[in-house]
């Protein structure tokens, strides 16, 4: 279900990433080697921060119901812009339907959210989660996944005040009703969310065997490794990845992300902490 | 926003009506003269039973966001197959999203939905509407219109049992929560709804000004009006529609439904009924 | 490139071998075993001649861009309809453009025709294998692939009169355009093409290592094979299917069709003859 | 058929004048007073050249099927982006096929193309033009319109090196190939092509009788004009725009750019020189 990627760092040319890396997304989307599907085709996102826009500032979203290894659109947008902050996501659905309002990333004022994974028992459990969506909110679904929904719950619960405890407060109200509902499993997945600033990524499931996240090391260590990989001259020392699988096979680039975790990427740097892990 | 038809006759291949007609579905798609937007290209959809089909039997939906008027799916469709029952619609959404889960006719088991106009004070009464179908149907909600909750009303209120009281007592439910909202006219707009069988189409609005409503006169009548019409010839003398707006200008064949009307098209042929009009 | 399979026989739901087969080619869409690619998720396409029609009637097509496996339309036609005769195509593209004017089938008249497999050096010869066309069948050609080049070619060297030797000819042609433009392997693949009668199939490459093809054993043979097997009794004695792969495991009922062939499927059944195979 | 706008100054959000203008291309595509057809709903196109990017960029193209009015994607896009010069264009088809690939701007290297009007008796002479486009860039034609292969003869005819002789030279052999199979009016139009730095917009047809064609008047003297006008506090001294309609109302913004004239922008501002005018 789904293979992502989120890019905080120097403005950077997305293409770099979304298109010519090795194992690029765009190359996930047609071929997952770590991905519970191997095909994510059903459609894609692309949510971006201009560069130099103030704190508070709305990303903008590309959303597409293509597949992204042929999108057009998808190869001019990331080879003409340049960000500080971005997400891509690829969709592999369990079923349609297939729109653009199924596509992540998701959106509210100044945060973009995206998901890989599922809540379990969705058909039986949707109403009620769907409920304790405050009213306010309730319109800005407009989509059928569970994704947008857990985004809601957690916008909900306090994301703007604080994202790590939200998230957890949103996952353990998917966990609690799905209880209710005989789910043995309610949650699986890994989560990314920014504001603009800063990105918030999770790793987590119900039965403790999440999809795969990994995120990327500093890249003057890299440098130090590499010192003649031209790939790494693309990328500032500000440079960090979060990544629900590695792009390249270089040895030490990628890290995984564990079991239970919140890694964060901010603008010093990246770093990780215990995530429901009781 | 919106026109639509619906046909009940001897089977028919649907591009007699749907595209050869002088100011044919797809035509109004691009020019309607009597809607209440001009212009209907927000997607489409056409639904159908198939001949012999038992009672009981689902009808078939194609759905598509594209304008109809450039659509070559539905020209090749309604060229090659034959039915005695189908609907069309195209659509003039007030807002995106445009999606295949936004297109009429909507389903539910053998039961098929259209309607033009809309919920008055719509993003305020969504969510209590919503709460107000049944939990088991909420699933079957795929899309962001107001249409669709409409049906999913009327089938948990008794469609099945009583067309007529359970549209009846859907749209009351729409009036009596938009008064608690403020809303000051609740409901507009024409409907269509089918089991297979019978056809039964409803004017009403909270205002009393109705979208357009009408229905072909006899074809046998039609005849002897039009003893040199080629183009009756094409039709059977159980042939009967029901339209947003007269596919053609011969005077008598169509014949306005009034306001606060429930108009019925079933094998004996057409006639109609009050509807809310207290 | 591509996987596809066609059918005739008595009427059949479509749905019966387009879904609902263990292997079917909806499932081949996104996991295929034996073609060039796994993933054909570049469009699909889907078309029929009629029950009971003429001989001469056009054949209705059906082609989307999306990926067949999620593909809600593909599933609701395919159900609704029955057929003597169709053709389902699933495409994997080299590159973009995907659009439907690039999906098989292709018709002209009363001609509908499909291609898996590739002309080698496309962009080189491109010019002149469509200089080659008739010139009133040039406004015809409205996509970029070369298969729908090789139908205009064989239209313009015979295929209404002689369809085996106007899709030899084509082919050679192709060869020896090829040729001229130093490609050593100018033509690769499977096609099938019909005239609403008949079936002609043809597996042929330069190189003479084709991409798969097979075709079903006769119906009564195999209910004497598998007296017990459910499935068969959704067939009739005539039913036959050309295919690119098998549409299941059970021994028997697949048999290849070899290299440098042409197969044809007429009402008295199955034969084949040598083709370009000297 | 079409509408479209031309702009080069200083960088700007193009959703200002694509979206936010009285009269935007946006809403032109649904209702065009001016054009030949009143809705432009079949795709639309946008083309920009990057801040700040040298001579001999590329620009960057986004193409959709989808009616412009309702499009999420072109809203996103041009909010979030600057650019000192880009295209935007809305399409009215004669007839199917709808794709990508028929939607205007086209691109070749850093040069970008766009058309309003048609090539008359088109069928007639598509091929022998299509032949008459050099065959090394014969392959990048990949739709069916007239404009892409009159872009394409002016590219053969030297569009490079002089842009205004080029397109000079592509209409009069339009023309000239036109009246050998004996059309009347073999050329009707408004184009615009750019190479990053300067926009050449020629408006002519065969007849004498062009569709519209307007440019803006200098800022700076619409600032006197208009001293309290808010909107004008949007643009730059330098922003200048040639467009098929007039964007409002203003009396003095809009200025008739007459028949048979090539109207050039350039750093300097606009200025005009007779076109085909013997």
């Not at 090795?22 to 519970?36: F, H, K, P, R």
């Not at 290894?69 to 369990?94: C, G, K, M, Y």
């Not at 003649?228 to 990628?254: I, K, N, Q, T, Y």
Request: aromatic residues 10%; charged residues 20%.
């Amino acid at each position: 279900m789904c293979r992502w990627l989120a890019y905080l760092g120097e403005p950077l040319r997305p293409s770099t990433i979304v298109l010519d890396a090795n194992n690029s997304i765009v190359a996930q989307s047609l071929d997952s080697s770590l991905g519970a599907e191997t095909v994510n085709g059903d459609g894609f996102g692309f949510g971006w921060y201009p560069t130099d826009a103030p704190a508070g500032t709305e990303p903008a979203l590309f959303h597409s119901t293509e597949p992204a290894w042929n999108d057009q659109n998808l190869r001019e947008l990331t080879r003409a812009i340049l960000s500080p902050l971005f997400f891509t996501h690829v969709r592999a659905a369990a079923a349609p339907p297939i729109q653009q309002t199924n596509c992540h990333p998701f959106r509210y004022e100044n945060w973009m959210f995206m998901h890989n994974g599922a809540i379990g028992g969705w058909h039986k459990v949707k109403r009620d989660l769907t409920l304790a969506i405050d009213p306010s909110l309730y319109p800005n679904v407009l989509g059928t996944t569970d994704s947008e929904v857990l985004f809601h719950l957690a916008l909900t619960l306090g994301l703007a005040d604080d994202p790590v405890a939200a998230v957890g407060r949103a996952i353990r109200t998917v966990e609690s009703v799905g209880h209710e509902h005989d789910v043995q499993f309610p949650w699986q997945g890994t989560i990314a969310v920014s504001d603009g600033q800063r990105v918030w990524a999770f790793r987590y499931s119900s039965q403790g065997r999440t999809r795969s996240l990994f995120h990327s090391a500093d890249v003057p260590t890299l440098r130090e490794m590499y010192p003649d990989a031209e790939r790494l001259r693309l990328f500032g020392d500000e440079a960090h990845l979060v990544v629900s699988e590695p792009l390249s096979e270089m040895p030490g680039v990628w890290v995984e992300v564990p079991e239970s975790t919140a890694a964060i990427l901010e603008p010093g740097g990246y770093r990780h902490e215990p995530f429901l892990a009781d």
